[in-house]
């Protein structure tokens, strides 16, 4: 394949000035790529050092490394109430590239983070991001304490600002927040992250304010869903809510579903923790493809 060589620019002549606008895409684009290199270069760092750790010198098996860590995990007390079992889910597709999601037995879901040419790639690239986390997640900084509940608390109110339900709702949910992490002090967050993922979603979906309707103190409804897995069953009865949404305001599943891909794309690229933007995306395809049947049968 040649090469076409561009041509000499006259001495005197200057290059024509770069529109603002490609300026800003171009310095987007580089501060993007250095972003995600320098994710990459984390994750091999530390699944290296855990290699080092456990085989010797060499090259990992990052998708046994990853259940080897939770068997280990296991052995040693670590509460799971689901066992060891580390469950990887690839995205249906026939092409490249391909996606993976890796969820741990504490409830935490990590997806490929690279541009992968083939399902194993993207299975590997899972495990990496999900045992990089893994391992982060031994550090004490990573335990709930009263500290590490402060920091949350002033993450979550800044994070709730402008929130259209208004404030009432937002100090309620943070509230709920807080209570649950306080009843959970000594875990860590990949431990904690189902229960946190659950209150997240009953708030999403507006479940937490209709409890609240009905005088369900705060103490009751942590007490009850602390108990409960996030299932097949939970995930059925807000898909309900939502096509319930649906008859009152045409449209409003495919926009949040839109909503909540965007969101879910963003954070797998970027190497963070998925679960809520994932079950968000599960539920609303959920009562999308019942409204579709519906419809389709009417």
């Not at 409830?107 to 690279?114: A, K, L, M």
């Amino acid at each position: 394949m040649q090469r076409s060589s561009a041509p000499h620019a006259h001495p005197k002549s200057k290059a024509p000035p770069v529109p603002p606008a490609r300026r800003a895409n171009t310095t987007g684009s580089v501060s993007d790529a250095r972003a995600k290199t320098m994710l990459k270069e984390a994750v091999d760092a530390v699944v290296n050092s855990f290699a080092k750790h456990t085989q010797g010198y060499g090259r990992v098996n990052v998708v046994e490394a990853l259940q080897e860590f939770w068997q280990m995990k296991l052995a040693r007390g670590a509460d799971l109430k689901n066992g060891a079992l580390v469950i990887y889910e690839s995205v249906p597709s026939s092409s490249p590239p391909y996606v993976c999601y890796v969820t741990l037995p504490g409830g935490s879901c990590f997806g490929s983070f690279q541009n992968c040419p083939t399902k194993a790639e993207a299975r590997r690239s899972a495990a990496k991001i999900a045992l990089m986390n893994s391992v982060f997640n031994e550090h004490p900084s990573r335990k709930i304490s009263d500290d590490f509940i402060e920091k949350a608390v002033a993450d979550a109110k800044a994070s709730f600002k402008g929130n259209p339900d208004g404030p009432e709702s937002s100090n309620n949910g943070i509230e709920a927040f807080q209570f649950m992490l306080e009843t959970n002090k000594g875990r860590t967050m990949l431990e904690f992250q189902e229960l946190m993922t659950v209150f997240q979603l009953l708030h999403w979906n507006g479940s937490l304010k209709a409890m609240r309707e009905r005088q369900c103190s705060r103490q009751e409804v942590v007490a009850h869903y602390s108990h409960r897995t996030l299932d097949d069953d939970m995930r059925s009865q807000m898909a309900l809510d939502w096509i319930a949404r649906e008859q009152e305001s045409s449209g409003i599943i495919s926009r949040e579903l839109g909503n909540a891909e965007r969101e879910l794309e963003a954070a797998r690229l970027a190497g963070r923790e998925l679960r809520f933007p994932k079950e968000k995306r599960d539920i609303l395809m959920l009562a999308c493809s019942q409204v579709n049947s519906v419809n389709g049968l009417s």
